[in-house]
Nanobody, 125 residues
Framework: QVQLVESGGGLVQAGGSLRLSCAAS????????MAWFRQAPGKEREFVTA????????DYADSVKGRFTISRDNAKNTVYLQMNSLKPEDTAVYYC??????????????????WGQGTQVTVSS
């Protein structure tokens, strides 16, 4: 079982940047697809981005393309989410997830078995 802990959230002004980290323990993430999801108040959890276990496949939600970048460092057992040009609508709790979707890149929450506790990102206008 993989344990995931997110960090790096906080309050930032619109146009600013943040880098989220997701540190894994108990098992290596090298064989898992890794993803970031987010959930804003009163809304359903939504897909943000994911990278396959081999790092050869990556997908982004249209709303974050060109602004967010996912990366993984298997040696450090850590996944990152670099967020640039942040907008107030990016405000949400961001969750890291690990799984084996059996597709090119999983974009659905049910495809991921392991989840972190989330980190709050607040973007002020």
């Amino acid at each position: 079982q993989v344990q995931l802990v997110e960090s790096g959230g906080g309050l930032v002004q619109a146009g600013g940047s943040l880098r989220l980290s997701c540190a894994a323990s108990r098992r290596t993430i090298s064989s898992y697809d890794m993803a970031w999801f987010r959930q804003a108040p009163g809304k359903e959890r939504e897909f943000v981005t994911a990278k396959s276990w081999s790092a050869s496949n990556t997908d982004y939600a249209d709303s974050v393309k060109g602004r967010f970048t996912i990366s993984r460092d298997n040696a450090k057992n850590t996944v990152y989410l670099q967020m640039n040009s942040l907008k107030p609508e990016d405000t949400a709790v961001y969750y890291c997830a690990a799984g084996s979707p059996k597709v090119r890149v999983g974009t659905k929450s049910y495809q991921y078995a392991y989840w972190g506790q989330g980190t709050q990102v607040t973007v002020s206008s």
